[in-house]
């Protein structure tokens, strides 16, 4: 659980807020707010009486100093309710030095679970690979806390990936808007993640996507002949690295690309990471901006 | 194509070099997990593609950069014909007079030689040589094709200058003739000197199996003088000499008599054009004499001087006695005689009245034109005249009797005089010189002459009736008249020629004069023998059936006649004009089997070598090679760029 909660990581994600860009609907109160009315209530600002506006909002204590009428007005604080989609196939346990996609994302899956607790917002936990490996409902407790956990600690990497259809099937299983944070290394048929994920903001659900890579499957910097092997099928390719290593990037720049402008124009969070940057820098990155967002 | 150092085309192997290397760089796969390989074949599909293109070709290239360094190495030749192993040379060496001519201190043929010298150094030593020296005939030097060039070394040094013209065509023409059974591929380098009258494009060369390089040692702008020819008459020595050179000459001559330096003259030549200088020769004895002609030393000598054989007689004084006077001398019988006569006697005319009283006896021939009678003293005097060895000539005309001639001249005349025929056409029979000449004299009137048993027909008309009849007694007739009353011939250019005709029976001695050139042989007819030679250096040679003429000078045959031969080079031939001739005459001539022509200069060794063996082809390999190499670096490089 320590390496999940480093102390550095949950110091600096502390001192930001995680707000999501929408109001959520929910039960769980929370720091999250929502246009709507919840159990309680918290002011706001004043602003000018005009006709039809109910008279016990109005501030009195104002009157009796500026003889004008105001009225009080509050925000909402809502619960958020959110799912942790991590991806567990085969491809997440690749890894060239230092730590696999899947330990990655688990750290960052861990992260953000503690600090949503923290902040009164329930969390669930989805592991998948071709279908829902696991599935941990949402909730804002620290015993739910220490349960997710456990079920990272215990994830392991195998199997091939269908990520469109376990959102797809996800998705029909949602009856509130919910928050959904999608940590993968999208290795599936792109188009149909696409669809997919924006299917989620169809639904007038939040999506945030994390999109992990390692810095090989970036960059393939390797040398020589290579008999490559599929971490999710019996595939292999011999090739030479050297011979197809500018054409494989620049094919890699261009799936990373296709995801960060088709996501943008969906208006989805997606963020890109990978393995070798620091754990706790991503994480921050991701929170500022998403404050930014939330202005 | 050929190699000049074939030995390094054993570099061709290392071709295998780059090939081994592609195999052996294809290193066993190292195995690697991956997460997804979509990307991967992906990208390989796009790249490996191009990739093994590229790499084929920068193999190619690698395998050709090893072949082309190989042939620089090997130095590749071009060849411009297919030459077999058993191509065989044949030099064809001028060794015409005219291949004695100087330049740069040397003789031509010494040109010749060393042009042959440098080509055996260049030929392959297996390949077969023959050869053979020309002029316009054909010397084997070494016959049978060999491949022992010492013994053509030492065969070359014994070659000698001729001293007759040049025939080129005539000497391939026999080479040819005496390969025509060898059916080898072979070569003829023919060394000259490009003098164009050696060029006699006569008939057609047959030479299918025969390439032909002609190799000039000729100078470029030759210079040359020679004594062309040498005519005596009377005692009158005429010489031409030639000016062979394109500037204008004074050139200095001098004529020897028997050994002695008689009289020398001095005067200008303009270029490509010839001079006569005649020389009247006085004080001497009458008969023949041993003369030269020679003139002041050029660069080449051999037609410098020229023997010949002088029969020396005194001018003769003729009396002409006119039988019809008129009192207009064109009208009269001895005109044009005189006029004729002039530049070989002193002449004198008379009237038949004057005869009786004139002294016959201080004149070596008597004309009697149309004299119509002659009393018995006169003829006793003209029998006494005859008898001492002198000459009577007869010109007939309207005023002779025929018959006083036929019954008291009978004795002394060569024929009968017959009737007179109204036409008549002269032959050229005996007169060659004038043929051209005869074609438009206009015969009126003429004699029939009849000649008598062992008289002698000299000219003929075209009817074959006699023009004019010697006896044996030094008496001639002519059936027309000697003025313009017969015919007009007395008129035409042809009437001195046969005056000069005549003039040499007055001077014929015993002895006869013949010319041949240095080289000719001289035989006798089948059997006979020639009792006794003497050679020009006074050498005597008894009882041969032929001689050879080795050396020019006057050579003396003692037959039952004395013969005078002069033996000279061959220089009427037009041999000692050295103007050259144009190479693409030579090339159109020789046509496909001609592979060029190379000048014998400073750059002769690489000339003749592209001729032999092609063009040598390394500065082109070295160019491809770098195209290669810099090709080779942009495809290896090729990722990095």
Redesign the interface.
């Known amino acids: 659980m320590k390496s999940y909660l480093d102390p550095l990581t949950i110091a600096k994600i502390s001192t930001m807020s995680l707000k999501a860009k929408y109001v959520v609907e929910g039960f769980i109160s929370g720091l999250h707010t929502s246009k709507f009315k919840g159990h309680s209530l918290e002011f706001a600002q004043h602003r000018e009486y005009s006709f039809g506006d109910e008279l016990k909002h109005l501030d009195w204590k104002v009157f009796g100093k500026s003889d004008k009428f105001f009225v009080k007005q509050y925000e909402e604080e809502t619960n958020l309710k959110a799912y942790i989609m991590l991806d567990a196939s085969?491809?997440?346990?690749?890894k060239s030095i230092g730590i696999s996609?899947l330990e990655y994302g688990s750290y960052i899956a861990g992260a953000l679970s503690y600090l949503m607790i923290k902040q009164g917002d329930a969390v669930g936990l989805v592991v998948y690979d071709t279908e829902i490996k696991k599935n941990i409902p949402p909730r804002a407790t620290l015993n739910h806390l220490s349960i997710i956990f456990d079920e990272l600690s215990k994830t392991t990497a195998g199997g091939e990936t269908d990520i469109s259809k376990i959102l797809y099937d996800f998705s029909k299983k949602l009856k509130k808007r919910t928050l959904i944070i999608l940590i993968s290394?999208l290795?599936d048929e792109q188009e149909k993640i696409i669809r997919a994920v924006k299917n989620y903001r169809f639904a007038k659900n939040e999506i945030i996507v994390f999109h992990i890579m390692?810095k090989i499957?970036e960059n393939?910097d390797?040398n020589?002949?290579?008999?490559?092997?599929?971490?999710?099928n019996e595939?292999?390719?011999?090739?030479?690295t050297?011979?197809?290593?500018?054409?494989?990037q620049?094919?890699?720049l261009e799936?990373i690309e296709k995801y960060k402008s088709e996501f943008r124009r969906a208006d989805i969070d997606y963020s890109y990471f990978n393995t070798s940057s620091p754990l706790d820098l991503s994480l921050t990155n991701y929170l500022s901006k998403r404050e930014k967002l939330q202005v | 194509m050929t190699f000049l150092n074939s030995v390094f085309l054993w570099g061709l192997t290392a071709v295998s070099i780059p090939l081994i290397i592609h195999l052996l760089s294809q290193k066993k796969p190292r195995i690697v997990y991956f997460s997804d390989l979509r990307f991967l074949e992906l990208a390989a599909s796009r790249s490996v593609k191009k990739f093994k293109i590229r790499q084929y070709l920068l193999l190619l290239i690698r395998c050709l950069l090893i072949i082309i360094i190989t042939l620089i190495f090997a130095r590749p030749v071009m060849h411009y014909i297919l030459s077999s192993k058993n191509t065989e040379t044949i030099f064809l060496i001028d060794n015409s007079y005219s291949m004695e001519y100087y330049k740069d201190g040397k003789m031509r043929i010494e040109d010749a030689k060393n042009v042959v010298k440098q080509t055996l150094d260049l030929l392959n030593p297996q390949e077969k040589i023959a050869v053979f020296s020309f002029s316009d005939i054909v010397i084997p030097v070494v016959k049978n094709p060999t491949a022992d060039k010492k013994l053509i070394l030492t065969e070359l040094e014994k070659i000698k200058l001729d001293s007759k013209k040049t025939d080129v065509i005539n000497a391939v023409n026999e080479v040819v003739k005496y390969f025509q059974n060898d059916n080898t591929e072979k070569r003829i380098i023919i060394v000259t000197d490009f003098a164009k009258n050696g060029w006699l494009w006569k008939k057609d060369i047959i030479t299918q199996n025969y390439k032909i390089i002609c190799v000039d040692v000729g100078d470029n702008k030759p210079e040359n003088f020679a004594v062309s020819n040498v005519e005596t008459f009377g005692n009158k020595i005429t010489a031409v000499v030639s000016n062979y050179s394109d500037d204008k000459k004074s050139v200095s001559m001098e004529l020897s008599i028997d050994g002695k330096k008689h009289q020398s003259a001095f005067f200008e030549i303009y270029p490509h054009k010839s001079s006569e200088w005649s020389f009247d020769v006085k004080n001497i004895k009458n008969g023949i004499h041993k003369c030269f002609i020679e003139i002041e030393p050029d660069k080449l000598s051999a037609d410098n001087k020229y023997f010949f054989a002088f029969n020396y007689r005194e001018k003769p004084n003729v009396l002409l006695i006119d039988g019809h006077p008129q009192f207009s001398d064109f009208k009269g019988e001895t005109f044009f005689l005189k006029t004729a006569l002039a530049s070989y006697c002193d002449v004198k005319v008379i009237n038949f009245s004057q005869f009786e009283s004139k002294d016959s006896s201080n004149y070596s021939v008597l004309f009697f034109c149309n004299v119509s009678d002659f009393n018995k003293n006169d003829v006793l005097m003209l029998k006494n005249f005859i008898l001492n060895g002198k000459y009577l000539v007869f010109f007939l005309g309207d005023n002779i009797s025929k018959e006083k001639y036929n019954i008291k001249m009978s004795f002394l005349l060569p024929c009968e005089i017959s009737s007179i025929l109204n036409y008549g056409k002269l032959s050229n029979h005996n007169l060659p010189e004038s043929q051209e000449m005869l074609t438009n004299e206009n015969i009126k009137k003429r004699f029939l002459l009849i000649p008598e048993q062992n008289a002698e027909t000299l000219l003929k008309f075209s009817d074959d009736t006699p023009f004019l009849v010697k006896g044996k007694n030094n008496v001639f007739v002519f059936a027309i008249s000697s003025n313009l009353s017969y015919s007009d011939i007395p008129i035409r250019p042809v009437f001195p020629i046969i005056i000069k005709y005549l003039f040499s029976y007055f001077l014929e001695n015993d002895a006869l004069i013949k010319s041949a050139n240095i080289g000719d042989i001289y035989q006798k007819t089948a059997g006979e023998i020639i009792p006794e030679i003497v050679s020009p250096d006074g050498k005597i040679v008894k009882n041969q059936n032929e001689l050879l003429f080795e050396k020019g000078g006057i050579y003396e045959i003692k037959n039952h006649k004395m013969e005078f031969v002069n033996v000279n080079p061959d220089v009427k031939s037009g041999e000692s004009d050295l103007a050259k001739i144009d190479t693409a005459e030579i090339k159109k001539s020789f046509d496909k089997n001609f592979l060029g022509t190379v000048i014998a200069d400073s750059h002769f060794e690489k000339k003749i070598k592209k001729l032999l063996y092609g063009n040598e082809i390394t500065k082109y390999f070295i160019l491809l090679l770098l195209i290669f190499a810099i090709l080779e670096t942009l495809l290896a490089n090729y990722r990095k760029l």
């Open positions: 085969g491809s997440m346990g690749y996609k290394d290795f390692d499957e393939l390797m020589g002949n290579v008999f490559f092997k599929s971490m999710e595939k292999f390719l011999i090739t030479e050297d011979i197809i290593k500018k054409e494989y620049k094919i890699i799936f």
